[in-house]
Structures are given as structure tokens and as C-alpha cells.
């Protein structure tokens, strides 16, 4: 496989990783919601939330009635990180690793912080909407960190590689 398409290769698994991540916030509950066995499944899927996210009901977005499976900024977090990844090849180059931007990251961070840090101050109201857009900015960004890192792993992959040869003379391709 060429080294463009190992790296479109590992876009389209953190893409597809992503998607999977958002949707099970979702499903749960979705899931808790229909009942029976599909409940079971939904508790399976807030379990396995429950380390990443302090998942507060009064800080989540609701659906069906039940809180999705993380908070409201965590779910501005991982949808931002989605559609930030859904846009980044019409602003990077897949095949091409670029160093990551540590000042992107300090960028995508500072709203968040202030939002916390003046909410702790007792100078600012958190509110979900706070969360929402401050969580969703910060996803945004990061795939600008988190992708080149991914494929500079992928090119450093590649350049140990042995350049792909015709098969050795007395084997088969069967």
C-alpha cells in the first residue's frame, strides 16, 4: 500500500473511531429509552462513559428523556472532534504529515478554561450553553493536534518499510 493510502487509511479509522464514539453517546438512550434487552444495552453503554465523563444529569443534554451518555461539554467535545475531523482534508493534506500546532491546542483550550475558571470565580454563569459552544471549539481544533501526530506516526511507519517488490521468483500467488 502506497503511503497516501496507509494515511487516508488511518484517517478514515479515527474518522470511523469518531463516528462510532459520537453514536454511542447517543444510542444510550436511545436504547435505555426502548426498553428490555435494549435497555441493557444502554447501561452498558453509560458504564462504559462513566470513566471519561462525571455524567451530571443537570449537565446533559437529554433525549427521550434520559441524559445522553456524557455531559453537555463533553458532547460538544466529541462532536466538535467529528466534524473537525470530517473538515480537516479540505484544509490539510492527509498524505502529508505537518508538525502539530501546540499554540492551535492553547487556542481551542483558552475559551474553555475561562469559562471554568470565571464560573469558579463566581465571576460568569456556566451555563449548558457555555458548555456547548466552549466543549464544540475546543473539538473542533483538536483534530489539528491529533492528526498530524497520527500521521507522522503513519509516514514514520512507511519510510521502515521495504519498498514493495514483484513477488521472489518460485512463488505463488495463490
Known amino acids: 500500500m ?4 496507509r494515511a487516508w487509511l488511518a484517517y478514515g ?32 453503554l453509560y458504564t462504559l462513559f462513566h470513566p471519561v465523563c462525571h455524567q451530571l444529569d443537570d449537565r446533559s443534554l437529554h433525549l427521550f ?14 462532536a466538535g472532534f467529528f ?6 482534508p479540505f484544509f490539510r493534506s492527509v498524505g502529508t504529515p505537518h508538525p502539530p500546532s501546540r499554540t492551535m491546542l492553547a487556542v481551542a483550550l483558552a475559551p474553555m478554561l475561562v469559562d471554568v ?10 451555563t449548558i450553553g457555555t458548555r456547548l459552544i466552549t466543549g ?5 481544533l483538536v483534530p489539528y493536534v491529533v492528526m498530524p501526530v497520527v500521521l507522522g ?10 519498498p514493495l517488490t514483484q513477488l521472489q521468483k518460485g512463488s505463488t500467488d495463490a
Open 2 to 5: 502506497s503511503n497516501s493510502g
Open 13 to 44: 479509522t479515527v474518522l470511523a473511531g469518531a463516528a462510532l464514539w459520537c453514536g454511542s453517546i447517543v444510542a444510550a438512550p436511545l436504547l435505555s429509552h426502548a426498553g428490555g434487552t435494549a435497555a441493557t444495552w444502554g447501561g452498558h
Open 65 to 78: 428523556g434520559g441524559p445522553l451518555a456524557v455531559c453537555s461539554r463533553c458532547s460538544a467535545i466529541y
Open 83 to 88: 466534524a473537525g475531523l470530517l473538515i480537516y
Open 117 to 126: 475558571l470565571l464560573g469558579i470565580a463566581g465571576l460568569h454563569d456556566v
Open 136 to 140: 464544540a471549539l475546543f473539538g473542533l
Open 153 to 162: 506516526a503513519v509516514h514514520e511507519y512507511n519510510a521502515h518499510q521495504p
